[in-house]
């Protein structure tokens, strides 16, 4: 259905039956309404995964449109279209949606490493930022060479960092990961590949062994790579898988005996869709937090009120999920982005590259965040022409079978190994795609 603050479209139209909501062509857009579309997945092998996070990031921006009529009077529409989590469809979907409204596209949220990357060479032409949280290019957080994207409150080498510093906590300290064994179990494609080069740094670093092991798409047979780990009998693993892979490993590591709480998933893969369907076997289990986890704060209370008091919400099945959570944040961080532009730029439907200036001038304090109803879910963040990520900080969670539980303090990543990578990373890119950095000191 078309929603009378909120429309989503795909190119054809349909009914999608478990997220509960019709898909239709988008309407005309009026003057003074700002574009944002939205690239998901609520088919397909990684549905389980993906519609929870359409659904937090839909209901925050009906939100935003039911509660204050947008943003200082300019009403959001919001265009979803199907990717499948498939690199050529996300393309498709971008030419299809980066034209629309009468500014075009604010931003896109692609939600897949592997789209990213492939917009990534798109969007400086097209100028229009991409919105990459928790996921992406991990050297995109250099904003002088990566204008355009903006890999916000943390990177997969963030992710593997803040991994072994509480792997080093349970051991007892950095010194006892000498000689341990470590393996990383990861989804063969982008996503996937990303964590290795920082892990491969702290291996020489903090003298561990590292082993990668990959699994091919969906994930569904991994057999053979857990009965491996069987054999080489790790001190811990790694998991950075997505959608059925992540219940796989799971269920594939009880088949082998390998104790749950020495798995440590990324942030991806620490979320309901992760574990229920592993029942019993997924207890002790942990993963990392891309800062929050499940639960409700105050901003779920404006929803219920906002949207779902008018029957207006597509996500109620999964309203404070861990991924529903990170899709209210994503819609978060992109909004308030858009705010940050308009007191430069006006009030008005804002150009990609006038809401990238807002990204880039970002500062989401705690009194701020705790304003948008937020407060427990998410650190401060600030970003700069210089970093674009804004943050560094996780936590790890652990599910006793029934729910997530908190266990540790929030790591902050060691920017000493991390930056360094950064700059060789993104300056390899640089060359090779023939870009000059931009000169941060004159984008004051």
Same mark, same amino acid.
């Given at each position: 259905?078309?929603? #009378?603050?909120?429309?989503?479209?795909?190119?054809?139209?349909?009914?999608?039956?478990?997220?509960? $909501?019709?898909?239709?062509?988008?309407?005309?857009?009026?003057?003074?309404?700002?574009?944002?579309?939205?690239?998901?997945? +609520?088919?397909?092998?990684?549905?389980?995964?993906?519609?929870?996070?359409?659904?937090?990031?839909?209901?925050?921006?009906?939100?935003?449109?039911?509660?204050?009529?947008?943003?200082?009077?300019?009403?959001?529409?919001?265009?979803?279209?199907?990717?499948?989590?498939?690199?050529?469809?996300?393309?498709?979907?971008?030419?299809?949606?980066?034209?629309?409204?009468?500014?075009?596209?604010?931003?896109?949220?692609?939600?897949?490493?592997?789209?990213?990357?492939?917009?990534?060479?798109?969007?400086?032409?097209?100028?229009?930022?991409?919105?990459?949280?928790?996921?992406?290019?991990?050297?995109?957080?250099?904003?002088?060479?990566?204008?355009?994207?903006?890999?916000?409150?943390?990177?997969?080498?963030?992710?593997?960092?803040?991994?072994?510093?509480?792997?080093?906590?349970?051991?007892?300290?950095?010194? #006892?990961?000498?000689?341990?064994?470590?393996?990383?179990?990861?989804?063969?494609?982008?996503?996937?590949?990303?964590?290795?080069?920082?892990?491969?740094?702290?291996?020489?670093?903090?003298?561990?062994?590292?082993?990668?092991?990959?699994?091919?798409?969906?994930?569904?047979?991994?057999?053979?790579?857990?009965?491996?780990?069987?054999?080489?009998?790790?001190?811990?693993?790694?998991?950075?898988?997505?959608?059925?892979?992540?219940?796989?490993? @799971?269920?594939?590591?009880?088949?082998?005996?390998?104790?749950?709480?020495?798995?440590?998933?990324?942030?991806?893969?620490?979320?309901?869709?992760?574990?229920?369907?592993?029942?019993?076997?997924?207890?002790?289990? #942990?993963?990392?937090?891309?800062?929050?986890?499940?639960?409700?704060?105050?901003?779920?209370?404006?929803?219920?009120?906002?949207?779902?008091?008018?029957?207006?919400?597509?996500?109620?099945?999964?309203?404070?999920?861990?991924?529903?959570?990170?899709?209210?944040?994503?819609?978060? $961080?992109?909004?308030?982005? @858009? +705010?940050?532009?308009?007191?430069?730029?006006?009030?008005?439907?804002?150009?990609?590259?006038?809401?990238?200036?807002?990204?880039?001038?970002?500062?989401?304090?705690?009194a701020r965040i705790k304003e948008l109803g937020f407060e427990g879910m998410?650190?401060?963040?600030?970003?700069?022409?210089?970093?674009?990520?804004?943050?560094?900080?996780?936590?790890?969670?652990?599910?006793?079978?029934?729910?997530?539980?908190?266990?540790?303090?929030?790591?902050?990543?060691?920017?000493? @190994?991390?930056?360094?990578?950064?700059?060789?990373?993104?300056?390899?890119?640089?060359?090779?795609?023939?870009?000059?950095?931009?000169?941060?000191? #004159?984008?004051?």
């Amino acid at each position: 259905m078309l929603r #009378k603050t909120l429309a989503f479209a795909t190119a054809a139209s349909a009914v999608l039956s478990g997220a509960g $909501i019709m898909l239709s062509a988008g309407p005309a857009m009026a003057q003074n309404e700002q574009f944002i579309p939205r690239l998901v997945y +609520r088919t397909g092998a990684y549905a389980p995964n993906g519609i929870p996070f359409a659904n937090g990031a839909a209901d925050y921006i009906t939100m935003l449109n039911e509660r204050d009529g947008g943003i200082n009077g300019i009403k959001l529409v919001m265009e979803e279209c199907e990717t499948g989590y498939a690199t050529d469809k996300g393309v498709e979907c971008y030419e299809r949606l980066k034209g629309k409204g009468p500014t075009g596209a604010a931003y896109f949220s692609p939600l897949s490493t592997g789209i990213t990357f492939a917009l990534t060479e798109k969007a400086p032409g097209d100028k229009i930022p991409l919105l990459t949280t928790g996921y992406g290019r991990s050297e995109s957080r250099n904003g002088a060479v990566f204008a355009w994207n903006f890999i916000a409150v943390g990177s997969y080498w963030t992710a593997a960092d803040i991994a072994i510093q509480h792997i080093a906590k349970e051991l007892g300290g950095f010194d #006892k990961l000498k000689g341990k064994k470590i393996s990383l179990v990861y989804h063969d494609s982008p996503y996937g590949k990303e964590p290795i080069a920082a892990l491969e740094v702290r291996a020489k670093l903090n003298g561990f062994n590292f082993k990668a092991i990959p699994v091919t798409h969906p994930g569904v047979e991994q057999k053979s790579q857990w009965l491996a780990i069987r054999q080489d009998r790790p001190d811990y693993v790694l998991l950075w898988g997505w959608g059925v892979m992540n219940s796989t490993s @799971i269920k594939e590591a009880a088949a082998v005996a390998y104790p749950r709480d020495k798995i440590i998933g990324v942030w991806w893969s620490g979320a309901e869709p992760d574990v229920i369907p592993a029942g019993d076997q997924a207890k002790g289990y #942990k993963a990392l937090m891309l800062q929050h986890g499940a639960g409700q704060f105050a901003v779920h209370a404006d929803i219920e009120k906002n949207v779902y008091a008018k029957g207006q919400g597509v996500g109620k099945d999964t309203f404070g999920q861990v991924l529903y959570n990170r899709g209210l944040i994503d819609s978060l $961080i992109g909004t308030e982005a @858009i +705010r940050t532009a308009q007191a430069k730029f006006g009030k008005k439907p804002l150009t990609g590259e006038e809401v990238r200036w807002g990204f880039e001038n970002l500062n989401l304090t705690a009194a701020r965040i705790k304003e948008l109803g937020f407060e427990g879910m998410l650190a401060p963040i600030k970003f700069s022409c210089e970093d674009h990520q804004g943050a560094d900080q996780g936590r790890v969670h652990q599910w006793d079978g029934k729910e997530w539980k908190i266990i540790s303090d929030f790591y902050t990543a060691d920017r000493k @190994i991390l930056d360094p990578m950064v700059a060789e990373y993104s300056a390899k890119y640089a060359a090779e795609k023939k870009i000059t950095p931009r000169d941060c000191s #004159k984008e004051k």
